[in-house]
């Protein structure tokens, strides 16, 4: 196996992401169509589009380092992101109501986890303003790997959070190569037992954050209304590189 063996350890749920934060979208300057479309701002940077894709049946199956700078990938297919793998010929559509739709033998999952290997490669130009880079994964399932230009940045699952990782030591002016591996099973795959069709991949948007070496990172706002009037305190914390 190439990877680490997070997918069936309890004891790992994150590696390489940042702490929890309140969800917004930074903005060098105020601007209305933040509201609804936060592709305005001049910090995001929206990495959808067509990705290279190779499905495996087993995790087993892959046994080459799909996610080196100049990897041959010409084997591979393409697949929208975001969007699931069985939407696209790839697996198959599983429905269970009660019952786990694998043996149940916590926390292993089957040896033939399948699993789908994504590579992307984007721009990236760092402005001297906004020299921080933040790697965004709105939903991913069941759990994923993160490379970057062939070095490891990290793990996630809790397949409808969204995972961030700072990526600005990883990040070079011009072209990067980002390769991403999800598995269909993990120990997290237990505790997601809905009654819902069981689907895998990046399904939700991919993204780049650039911020400043110093700013706010997360905020938490309380209120207190008595009768006409309002209390609102606001507690915040700074990210500082």
């Known amino acids: 196996m190439i990877i680490p063996h997070y997918y069936e ?38 990495l959808n589009g ?89 939903g991913v399932a069941s759990c994923f790997y993160v490379w970057l230009n062939g070095q490891f940045v990290g793990y996630s699952q809790v397949a409808h959070s969204t995972s961030e990782f700072d990526v600005t030591k990883f990040l070079q ?13 993990c120990d997290g795959s237990y505790m997601e037992d809905q009654d819902m069709f069981r689907m895998n991949g990046i399904f939700r948007d991919v993204y780049l954050l650039h911020r400043p070496e110093q700013c706010i990172e997360d905020y938490f706002i309380t209120t207190d209304i008595h009768g006409s009037t309002a209390e609102v305190a606001v507690r915040l914390r700074y990210y500082d590189s």
């Not at 969800?23 to 701002?41: F, M, W």
């Not at 149940?104 to 986890?113: R, S």
């Not at 390769?179 to 099973?185: D, E, I, N, Q």
């Open 173 to 185: 002016d011009g072209t990067n190569h980002l390769a991403v591996l999800v598995l269909k099973w």
């Open 9 to 46: 350890d309890p004891h790992t749920l994150h590696v390489g992401t940042m702490p929890n934060r309140a969800y917004y979208i930074p903005a060098s300057r105020r601007s209305d169509a933040l509201v609804e479309h936060r592709e305005t701002s001049d910090r995001f940077q929206l």
């Open 50 to 138: 067509s990705w290279k894709f190779r499905y495996y049946a087993s995790i087993y199956d892959l046994q080459d380092a799909f996610y080196e700078v100049g990897y041959d990938a010409s084997a591979f297919d393409s697949i929208p992101v975001p969007s699931v793998w069985q939407n696209h010929g790839y697996d198959h559509h599983q429905y269970t109501n009660i019952r786990y739709p694998f043996p149940a033998d916590p926390p292993y999952v089957p040896k033939e986890n399948p699993c789908g290997a994504y590579l992307y490669d984007f721009t990236y130009q760092k402005d001297a303003a906004a020299p921080c880079a933040f790697l965004n994964f709105e």
